[in-house]
């Protein structure tokens, strides 16, 4: 197998392309890893990151990937399995010593030139080139090449109908460093590529989590996107097949995502009566349509309609008291036993045999990987927590205690084991009654999903019932 970054800059994203190919019997990549970068002391980076990341026989070359291409047969291009890709955005200068009517390695040949101030589509039709017959390939581009019009629609056109284009993944905005434009995965696969019928979009724009000045995906965002494009679920709002027919005879083969896939509006809408009358909006009530589920008498308890024309509701305690009355509900008291005891302890007697069994031929992605989807698995049956929300927290406390530490739990198994128990005792506090900041951000999220609006006095008695759920979880 090989894999190639013909834009390789210091090698992350060969590195971790790498890292998730298959190994041999002895533990090492059976892949062969190529990379071409254009600045010197950057590609001198790249070579030593592929060092100290094991990689030592990969190889970077230094130069232009689209001047002078570094891997090359007598045939032309070199032929790739696998490809990543995250080239400069909208290169202007892509063109300087290449003859655009004739192409040294025929790359536009059956496509069209690219515009000449902007490279976009000379790089992605150089990955097609360098693709073997069932080859694949992932690269980052601007949103702009789904839709921009003139040569580069001809081209976009022309590949459609080859059916090379198998997904598009449209990602959150101000996501990497040097730009703050959104940016989308798309995904090329070659392999039985006539038989294709469609295009897999996924819109997960909305999923991120602020980083400093950046956003940054979080380990449930990844797993949604991955998990989602597997399976090939349409999920409203988020993901769906569409037709290359709908994209080439009724769009125009544009492949604008907000085209195919419309953001489910997920604001509260305004209650005008419940605004000039007093009183709490109905919608607002049914934000916490997940509580009222497990116990439809505690929403009678609580409050009370005084408007059924308008739907509008006010509290039927006195807010002092609601907190008292949410937690010694026994149905919110069995749930939340279930779901911070029960469901983490049968998961817990599930990996203990696992863990308890590292050996030094452990694979450590592999192995927090499964005990990750069995989390996410076992959390499916959850009614207040949300089930990426609790595989979130797994993958995060690997990344910020454990998966730096491979080679010492390789030594040492029982200290991961010891970890991973540690673990399950603090994520017994977040997902219950624990102390630590993400307790109520968690929990308000979900047994909410949104905090509800304020708009004047009449209407604060909202947060008082949504702030009394938040201590009680």
Known sequence: MTLLDPAAGSGSLLIRAADEAPVDASGDSIVTIFGQEKDTATAGLARMHLILHQKGTGEIAKGNTLVNPAFTTEFGLGQYD???????????????????NDDEYK?????????????????????????????????????????????????????????????????????????????CIVIIDKENADE????????????????????????????????????????????????????LENNGGNLNVPRYIQKIDDTLPQNIAAHLKGGIPGTDIESLKRLWDISPELKQEIITCIDTKHDIYNLALPSGEIEGVIGADAKIVAEKAKETETIISTWWAAVKDM????????????LIRTIAMMLLKQYEQARLLDNYDVYDCLLNYWNAKLQDRG??????????????????????????????????????????GRRGRVVDDTVKAVVVLLDSVLDVF
Not at 139 to 145: F, N, T
Not at 197 to 203: A, L
Not at 226 to 239: D, K, L
Not at 357 to 366: H, L, M, R, S, V
């Open 407 to 448: 080679l010492l739990f390789r030594l040492f198994p029982r200290l991961r084991f010891f970890a991973l128990f540690l673990f399950r005792f603090q994520c017994g506090g977040i997902l219950g009654k624990g102390d630590l900041p993400a307790a109520s951000r968690l929990c308000f999220q979900l047994v909410s």
């Open 355 to 366: 863990l308890l069994g590292i050996n030094a031929d452990t694979n450590p992605k592999e």
């Open 82 to 100: 696998f490809i990543v890709m995250n080239p400069p955005f909208s290169d202007k200068s892509w063109s300087d010593g290449i003859k655009l």
């Open 196 to 247: 294709r019928e469609g295009v897999f979009i996924i819109d997960a724009s909305r999923g991120f989590k602020k980083d400093g000045n950046k956003n940054r995906l979080r380990e449930q965002d990844i797993e949604k996107i991955v998990r989602t494009f597997t399976t090939g679920e349409e999920i409203p709002g988020y993901s769906r097949l569409v037709k290359y027919t709908d994209i």
């Open 107 to 183: 790359r536009f040949d059956g496509y069209g030139t690219p515009p000449e101030k902007n490279g976009d589509y000379a790089w992605f039709l150089h990955v097609l080139k360098s693709l073997n017959s069932e080859g694949k390939a992932g690269i980052v581009m601007p949103h702009g090449v789904l839709f921009r019009g003139n040569a580069e629609e001809d081209i976009r056109k022309a590949i459609l109908n080859k059916r090379y284009i198998k997904g598009i993944v449209s990602l959150p905005a101000n996501l990497f460093y040097g730009t703050g434009i959104p940016a």
